[in-house]
């Protein structure tokens, strides 16, 4: 199960330090453009070592283009992408190998497939989510240009600190992707106090997407809610997904929950653009919990592969917030399952005449 | 999609008005006893009208297997299962096939179908997780005798109520679901006077599955947690899923939250017993937010299928709060994801060796 | 493995003499009038016991619509039909139910799962084609109404008879689906001799589709002629497949094979309408052959449950040759497979605009 | 649809003359050593340019292992396999891009796709076959190490030519795969003529697996058989694909096809080792039709894009027979198909105890 989606359907391969890390993209409409240097810009603002409050691994990231895309333009047949690991350092991981590091996968690759890969986490290192950021830079454009599609998103929350004002506009400016510009030096000491205490916290993302049309997802199993918080919770560290208003609906009352439509469109958008599984036609909204990260420099017990008892210290490249870079990637995923229901939709209901009356989202938000 | 499950698949049918509902079961091992009655217990626990605080619907909800059992016992074919419905009342519905009821799928069916059946919520009714709760019956079967695992949940919030003690024994004997007996009252006079007020609220649902062997889930895509946060929400009404700690892992710190083995067993399980999106051998935990209810007696703003304002009074058979009767569908759905990985895991896995050493779990929980 | 297509897919359940087979039609498309009264033809068509030369068991074949349609239209939901059993003779088997019938799934189904429904056969009786034709009812009726797509077959081989003329009007007027209306008491002749002597001979049947569009189908392992192949392959007795010219195009020259294009058309269809798994506009023409029956009056040598030899002899009702009824099945495969590619090529593909020129097919045939 | 398997899944992709080929191997068992060099063998056995008879494309076909292999063992997690294309001379098909020529996917890519890499045929060359050969390699190692499966092949008809006795230590000491060496200097002589003159001619390719224990397949739409029928279907060029005596069955009497069953084994075995979809234990047998190729020097009417005609010649290195290399490949697609099918069967049945009797296969063949 390392492919997600159905019709645009993507597959990804790669350990952290192997040879490489990749993808394959079956079932993209043809005649769309895409050069190489498109993947630049996304990929950018998921990478490590940028700034000092992530990771310090350098990877250059450059994706190849090894099939589907001729002359400039997408075919139709399956495009694989190639990213070459270049900044594999396996010898910060060989004294883990014999270990199980608390809060990893280590103990569970072990006991599901009675071996792993120790070096970078092997399969399960995020880095495996740089694939998912490259097939969403083709879903983003597709989604784009055929349908005037945007997603985006932000850091909602680090740690106990939240937004004191919302801007779109003061996400890009800061290392962050955080909303409110004012708050950039108070995030710039929580993370230094944090990186020298040897800890980390966890983050909340959301993700938004504009001017879905009404009518993308389906009922029942395949609800455009589900695929969601599947595609969000198979993110690294996340251990929470909600749709709209999320866990806050659970001591509202239903006359507030509930977003009244008249001929001026939505009052409200609690239920975050879906009801019944499919979209409304208003921002599509989701946020995501994502763990503190389990890499620490502060010792702790932990077990050996032969029973024994042993002190785990972690000394490689880590995150102390890996919500921080995780932005792109939730966009990644909310632009992926967009994608595929927008085929999935054409396939069942593209002979569905145009229903009125839509009901404007200028007024919801 | 209306399959759930790759292995052990589920595909359900039916409109909440409709002649009847029911559901395919493809995928089940061979020489597992079953009778049709062994279908009451958890049907009976999901049922509506068995109190005074859920929908007065009386349905039977008696279970026909149609086929894939021979003299009591399962052959590997498929199982359908058949409930006739009996307690359909369209007269109920009739005046709003010409309206969209706010907080209700109608708008959302209407534009990707253009076409919608307005009896009882139709497709979008949750009597569709019926055949959820049925198919669930034989996935806790298998489980728990070929595994030992158990399946069980509560309601851990309603509106702003929680739960002041716990007792996993309290919970059968009152109609909530609620671990704290002395409560019930208190319960019951919240829920009278919610629905003497027309409105409704949400809840909060936790459900637990013990014995859970390490090593059932897979990596990337397949992630337990992936699959448990899409079956949760594909179920109607939730807009949250939390794996463990869930979005309180947002404000915490690494050195909490990450879980200390050793050989004395886990020291906590903030991980909700799933690392790497595979499981560790501790229980996995899951949280689960339901919005109230959208079907209020409460009078307001809405359109018709013209484009037009109008007044949207619902006064059909409603639950005042949908999550009361909700514990036994997420206990279901975890069923189902964890009956499916497990035979994927044996699919892939199925020649690894017991490997040494497997935590205990006995100090965890 | 129950289910077929991906977009158009249908789950079949029910064993030969249990209470009901069924399926679930998930993926059609909404706004489709339907009606119990349609299925009608086509269930008639491949019924047993319309003439002495089938089996002659008495089924009505009533369906009944459960689900998916509202007010005679598909909602967009899955579509479930039912259809009761209402002549099992299960004393009919109950002798054989230790034993393993030669060139049955009696010792097959054995092996894979332990045990074995034993009354007519259980799952693996040709019974379960039934709802593949009544699922193809639907399909075949959006094939034409959408895009003009005909669907039709007939029996082109009977042990070593084959037609001397071909007449696709005289098809539907004999018991034999058989294309030379001369020949009948011939073949009348031959099925009464046959019967008599406890034996049974195989049968090929030949399917074809006209005004498929060209551009159905997938390149690599979703080619239109590997989805027909499979389709075909699955249905009960089938030993064979070829596409267009089939087996005969070893002996062939790329010179000859080669259908030539021009501006007047396709100078001839050696390739079956089908290029490099895509539909090239001409008729799609497949070709099936069935085995001889292995339920003969004519005693023979077995093994029984416990390993030791028997002798077998098959009492119940049987048809000496199974090919005479499959003709609307094969058509209704066809159909499915068509309906399937239709849905894949517009959710992909559908925006690609009228590509020039598309080749004459009056030509061709 | 560019995957192949549903749990050993095969994802290819790349065109014939793009910078390289690939394929995604997801659901291996871990623990399977496996190296680079174990491609080498039947890679080597499809070439080109290994002898006269082929195409004189000379592609050194090194494959690299991107992931899932650690210290020469399989992980469990995807193992990505790349070949970078290094004889793709482009200027062969420059003239061709504006044409469609006869036989060839260039007029059905067209219409669907409204795109096409025009360069030695895109993704519809047989070049994507190389990777079905790699990813085999791994199914076939664990088949033989596991069940003691083998899978082995040959050329059973070139045109009008059959073999006239059968050896299958024959087969590997001539260029044809023929099992007839006294043949081998007649059919060199046939290869010769043939290509001189410019045409090409078809073949049938026949392939058995044994000791596949019996339980593998599933019912109805999973059949073993009908898996391998859409297969073989996916190669290019096959036009036929029949199971044991497959077309010859349409004569054959059911006394005569049922294959007997005793203590001492099955008498025969026409039915190719299936029965139900499921196999018996005895051989599977499987032949497969190829068309004669369509790139002839001959030259012949056709269309250009514009929709004129046009005279097209076909120049570029093309063999004169694709059958000559197809047994590799098609023993490929039998080994996906198996391997594929041995794990679904353990997902489901795999504490299915041993049944007795298990029919010894020694007698048949």
Redesign the interface.
Known sequence: ????G??F?V?????SH?????C?I??????LAIAEQEFRHDLDRRATGKTRHTSQRHEADEV?????V?EG?T??????L?IRNTDARSRDYGKIAGQ?R????D???????????PRGG???SAR?TTMRVAAAVIAKKWLAE?HGVAVRGFLS????VTPRSFDWDAVAGNPFFWPDAAQTAELETFMDTLRKSG??????VTVQADNV???????????L??????????I?A??????????A???????????????RGF?SN???G????????QPVMCSI????????R?P????D?????VEIVTTGRHDPCV?IRATPICEAMLALVLMDQA???????????E?????PTETSG
């Not at 879906?274 to 036609?281: N, P, R």
């Not at 919990?289 to 620490?296: D, E, M, N, Q, R």
Request: include cysteine.
């Open positions: 199960m390392n492919s997600f159905h019709l359907r597959t990804t391969f790669g350990e192997g040879p490489a890390i990749g394959v079956d079932g993209c409409p043809p005649g190849e283009i090894l099939s589907g001729y333009t075919t139709g047949t399956p495009i694989a190639l199980f608390p809060g990893h996968a103990y569970t690759y072990w006991h599901k497939y009675g071996i792993r890969d092997g399969r399960s495996e055929k929350q680090i740690g106990d800890d980390s916290v966890g983050a909340r049309p009404p009518g993308w997802g389906e009922p029942v199993y395949g609800k809610d589900a695929e969601l918080a599947a595609a969000m919770m198979s690294n996340v251990k929470g997904v909600e749709i709209g208003d999320g866990f609906s659970v001591a509202q009352h239903g006359s507030v929950h509930r977003d009244v439509m008249s001929m009052a609690h239920a975050g879906i009801l019944g599984g499919i979209s409304t036609g919990a994502f763990k503190p990260t389990s890499s620490l502060l702790t017990q932990g077990l592969v032969h029973g024994n008892d919500g085929l999935r939709h054409r396939a069942q209901c593209g002979d569905v005449g229903v009125t009356p839509r009901v």
